[in-house]
Nanobody, 123 residues
Framework: QVQLVESGGGAVQAGGSLRLSCAAS????????MGWFRQGPRKEREFVAT????????YYTDAVKGRFTISRDNAKNTVYLQMNNLKPEDTAIYYC????????????????WGQGTQVTVSS
C-alpha cells in the first residue's frame, strides 16, 4: 500500500505561484509513475502532469505547459508540482496519484490517491 498526502495549496491572486508537494509513505514510489490531477467544481478529475519512474520524462496537459513543472525526489519519496503564472481557471482541488503502468492520462489507471489540496486563484 502507498499512502499519499498532498500539501502546499492555498489562495493566490492571478499571476502568483504555488508549489504543491505529495509525500508518500508505506512503499517507495521509485517504481511508480506519479501524476497530478485536478478537479474543479462540478467537473471530472482531469490530468495535469505526470513524471516517469526516474524523472526523465514528463508530460503536461496543454493548459499548463510552460507554467507548471512536475518533479520528483525518490530519496525523499516526494513529488512536486511547481505552478507559476496561475490563472483563475486553475482553481481546483489538486490530487496526486501513483500507478504502476498504463495510460497516464486516465485517472482510473491509478492505484493510489491522496486526499487533495485546494488551490484557489482570484482575478
Amino acid at each position: 500500500q502507498v499512502q499519499l498526502v498532498e500539501s502546499g495549496g492555498g489562495a493566490v491572486q492571478a499571476g502568483g505561484s504555488l508549489r504543491l508537494s505529495c509525500a508518500a509513505s508505506g512503499r517507495a514510489i521509485s517504481s511508480y509513475l506519479m501524476g497530478w490531477f485536478r478537479q474543479g467544481p462540478r467537473k471530472e478529475r482531469e490530468f495535469v502532469a505526470t513524471i516517469s519512474w526516474s524523472g526523465g520524462s514528463t508530460y503536461y496537459t496543454d493548459a499548463v505547459k510552460g507554467r507548471f513543472t512536475i518533479s520528483r525526489d525518490n530519496a525523499k519519496n516526494t513529488v512536486y508540482l511547481q505552478m507559476n503564472n496561475l490563472k483563475p481557471e486553475d482553481t481546483a482541488i489538486y490530487y496526486c496519484g501513483a500507478e504502476r503502468a498504463g495510460n497516464y492520462r486516465n485517472p482510473r489507471e491509478y492505484n493510489y490517491w491522496g486526499q487533495g489540496t485546494q488551490v484557489t486563484v482570484s482575478s
